[in-house]
């Protein structure tokens, strides 16, 4: 069974920064988009930065500039580097991952960003 465990999150103040890490368990085929979504408290899930296979990248306006998003290249794993970080940016952040036929989410973990 194939489970992503994202790790990383937790309590930080404005202007800091957080690594998340996401790591896949299980076998998975033909992965080709890595994304992280967040969900703040009242409001809908919102895409925050895409990596497709071939490395082309995506962000949210909000966090252009600020995010990274990187990959392992010899694993299912996928990273997102917050710099600069604001209150706004508070939330619950997934870990998600597709091929064209599965899609696969983690449990999340929490980003705190505190003013």
């Known amino acids: 069974q194939v489970q992503l465990a994202e790790s990383g999150g937790g309590l930080v103040q404005a202007g800091g920064s957080l690594r998340l890490s996401c790591a896949a368990s299980g076998a998975m085929f033909g992965i080709d988009v890595m994304d992280w979504f967040r969900q703040a408290t009242g409001k809908q899930r919102e895409l925050v930065a895409r990596?497709?296979?071939?490395?082309?990248?995506e962000y949210a306006d909000a966090v252009k500039g600020r995010f990274t998003i990187s990959r392992d290249s010899g694993k299912n794993a996928v990273f997102l580097q917050m710099n600069h970080l604001k209150p706004e940016d508070t939330a619950v952040y997934y870990c998600?991952?597709?091929?064209?036929?599965?899609?696969?989410w983690g449990q999340g973990t929490q980003v705190t960003v505190s003013s």
């Open positions: 990596l497709y296979s071939g490395e082309t990248t």
């Open positions: 998600h991952m597709s091929s064209p036929y599965r899609s696969y």
